[in-house]
């Protein structure tokens, strides 16, 4: 089952099975926690803990193709764009991007697998890259919100083990979040270092 949740400039979207364990997966399917789901995971983990302000756009794709190969997992379009009111209008994340990320820029990770005879899996969400100016002024203008985004920061820490920069601003509760098995709701993949 894939579910996606749009709203004005940010996007949340999850694919995995309605299911309670692995050995409800479909029949040549039994290895998909090991042969997508865990692979997919490690890659969205491995953005979120490299995309930072002044970074060039290929070192984030390189990043993903690294953990990710291309190859064996047949992702397209990129590993992340820009948001906008169309998905796709541009992304400074490419193969050979100069581009550098700043401060203000809201991104989402938008990695596609394709791996023939598997199911997909997708945990797509919005982030915002803020300075510490940029978040200062998000305390003093919007007080309520930077509590959501403290609280989900802490979450994503503490919760999921993901290293989250400073300069990451989550723009959904579920960023980082990934439960592959819908029905399996104490089953949601966080990070063991």
């Excluded at 983990?45 to 291309?70: C, D, R, S």
């Excluded at 990695?111 to 797509?124: D, F, H, K, L, Q």
Aim: a negative charge.
């Amino acid at each position: 089952m894939s579910l996606t949740t749009e709203f004005k400039g940010g996007l949340s979207s999850r694919t995995g099975f309605v299911i309670e364990n692995a050995a409800q997966l479909p029949k040549g399917q039994q290895d998909y926690l090991e042969r997508v789901a865990k692979p997919y995971y490690q890659a969205v983990v491995a953005w979120l803990e490299t995309i930072k302000i002044n970074m060039k756009g290929k070192e984030l794709y390189q990043i993903i193709e690294t953990v990710f190969p291309k190859e064996t997992y047949h992702w397209y379009l990129n590993p992340g764009h820009l948001v906008s009111d169309e998905e796709w209008m541009s992304s400074p994340i490419y193969d050979d991007s100069e581009e550098t990320l700043k401060s203000g820029m809201i991104l989402q990770i938008d990695i596609i697998p394709s791996v023939p005879r598997y199911t997909g899996v997708s945990a797509e969400e919005c982030v915002a890259l803020a300075d510490a100016s940029l978040q200062e002024q998000l305390k003093i203008e919007y007080p309520e919100l930077w509590q959501r985004i403290t609280a989900r920061k802490t979450y994503i820490r503490e919760v999921l083990n993901i290293h989250l920069s400073e300069e990451i601003i989550p723009l959904s509760n579920t960023v980082g979040y990934l439960r592959p098995f819908y029905l399996a709701k104490d089953q949601a993949f966080r990070c063991v270092k």
